[in-house]
């Protein structure tokens, strides 16, 4: 297997450069699809030039394949929606045989979203992924419940986290990204021990446990009772997650949470983020990520800023 290509196709205008590194990785620019937002990327590519995007997340990828959670599955809230998909999906062998063969004709990154119960699940899946040629990198996400611990997150214990980030580091044969948890109490101790651990990057956040309930039933709006809150009602929370956590590491941070509009990111990036991903806003417009690169260069144009990147950390005291 050889090592993965930085994707260096031309972002757009030579007067503004979107360019973005993750690590060892270069992405033409910083927006990338978020996980479970964007399918397996292939369902989008009659939409969407998925030429254009720095790059997507495809759906989490357990060991074996998980029929998910009981409909009805999402609802939509004030400035939001909540979403019990279960982590439904198709398994790691699947996905290999079925899905990576039709990604290998794009140019963009593409990052395999990893779950598991136990670590061994984690493990497994990252082994049958190491074996495939056209993954970028691995993202873990520890919003999951761990069997072997009475079902606490993985991502909810400093110790937990670095145990599970330093087995995966152990096993896996590309750049390594811990998707961290939003509601634990120190964001900057957790990305610390991830960092610690061989965190190569962190995204920052998952969804937030939520309830969303019928006034006449009293009971849950959606199948299950375990609900995630996403969308534009997230963004300031999880912007001050980002900033604390930039704060804390040396490791790039993406960072996602109710981005719909270029200022969103340039505020993403301004409070400490290298590239962000990009989740709800698929729900309104599948087109959502592509249109936000168009959207991007004229920001940056109008601003005459020349690159993102020196946009970085620039959040100014007031
Ligand atoms: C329907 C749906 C499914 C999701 N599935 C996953 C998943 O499989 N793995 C994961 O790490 N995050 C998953 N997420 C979380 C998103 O990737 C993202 O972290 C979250 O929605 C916040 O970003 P947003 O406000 O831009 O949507 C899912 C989110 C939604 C709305």
Redesign the pocket.
Known sequence: MSAPQPVTAPAGPADVDLSVSVGTLLFQNPIIA????FGYGVEFAELVDLNRLGGF?V??LSAQPMAGAPAP??WDTAS??V?A?G?Q?IGVRAFVAEKLPLLRAYHTHVIA?V?GRCAEDYLEVIRVLNDAEGVSAY?L?V?CPNVDKGGAEFGGDPIVLGGIVGEARRVSRRPLWV?LAPTVGFIGLMARAAEDAGADAL?I???YPALCLDPHTRKSRLGSTTV?L???A??PI?MRLVNEASRAVKVPIIG????ESPGDIVEYVAAGATAV?????H?VDPRASERLVEGLEKWCRNDNTIRISELKGSLQKS
């Open positions: 978020a996980s479970g937002t997340v759906k989490g599955r999402i939001g929606m979403n998909i982590l999906n979203n779950f993202e996400n919003s998707k995204t956040a998952n969804t995630g996403s969308g534009a997230i963004k999880t996602l949470g109710g981005i991903q990009v989740g709800t806003a729900f």
